[in-house]
Antibody, heavy 123, light 107 residues
Framework: QVQLVESGGGVVQPGRSLRLSCAAS????????MHWVRQAPGEGLQWVAV????????YYLDSVKGRFTISRDNSRNTLYLQMNSLRPEDTAVYYC????????????????WGLGTLVTVSS | DIQMTQSPSTLSASVGDRVTITCRAS??????LAWFQQKPGKAPNILIY???RLQGGVPSRFSGGGSGTEFTLTISSLQPDDFATYYC?????????FGQGTKVEIK
């Protein structure tokens, strides 16, 4: 079992930056690949980025590539998402979630989720 | 990117009904297909992964099937707690993608 708590959301103007955090407790954070998934108001789910358990590999949604950076600190059991050059279309609830591996791994994807943190990009 | 298309988008049903939701992938995802349930204001909850593996703690009235590009989620006897939105999701290749969702409403 692992508990995830996101923080760092808020209202920000277009073009500005925000850093989200996801604090993990209850299990071995470092054995999970970690993802960010977002959901715009009234819309469906959209995968955003992933980092492997060891921090070596990362992948991004094309529309955030070059603007968002995922990172993790396994000593602090924390995942981050640095979001730069924010756009109105980035407005969403951002969730962190686990998977057993970064590709074709044994076990369920997105087994554990946080409660989400709302990011609103508006002038 | 692999596009995931669910049908129907909305489904009206009664308690006790058998319900089936279909998910089609734009290319084969092999066995790498999961289903999630989401209730308003809550994070999604995984129901099924690897097409048909029931996640621990999920009631056995939920089942998944299919292969390649066409998949189904079936609820054998709809319960009051099952009224929610359901998403399929492929995890064979990045970007991992979700269907647009199927809202199961009370008839």
């Amino acid at each position: 079992q692992v508990q995830l708590v996101e923080s760092g959301g808020g209202v920000v103007q277009p073009g500005r930056s925000l850093r989200l955090s996801c604090a993990a407790s209850g299990s071995t954070f470092s054995r999970f690949a970690m993802h960010w998934v977002r959901q715009a108001p009234g819309e469906g789910l959209q995968w955003v980025a992933v980092m492997s358990h060891d921090g070596i590999n990362e992948y991004y949604l094309d529309s955030v590539k070059g603007r968002f950076t995922i990172s993790r600190d396994n000593s602090r059991n924390t995942l981050y998402l640095q979001m730069n050059s924010l756009r109105p279309e980035d407005t969403a609830v951002y969730y962190c979630a686990t998977s057993p591996g970064i590709a074709l791994a044994v076990g369920p994807p997105f087994e554990y989720w946080g409660l989400g943190t709302l990011v609103t990009v508006s002038s | 990117d692999i596009q995931m298309t669910q049908s129907p988008s909305t489904l009206s049903a009664s308690v006790g009904d058998r319900v089936t939701i279909t998910c089609r992938a734009s290319q084969s995802v092999s066995k790498w297909l999961a289903w999630f349930q989401q209730k308003p204001g809550k994070a999604p909850n995984i129901l099924i992964y690897d097409v048909s593996r029931l996640q621990g703690g999920v009631p056995s009235r939920f089942s998944g099937g299919g292969s390649g590009t066409e998949f189904t989620l079936t609820i054998s006897s709809l319960q009051p707690d099952d009224f929610a939105t359901y998403y399929c999701q492929q995890y064979v290749t990045f970007p991992w993608t979700f269907g647009q969702g199927t809202k199961v409403e009370i008839k």
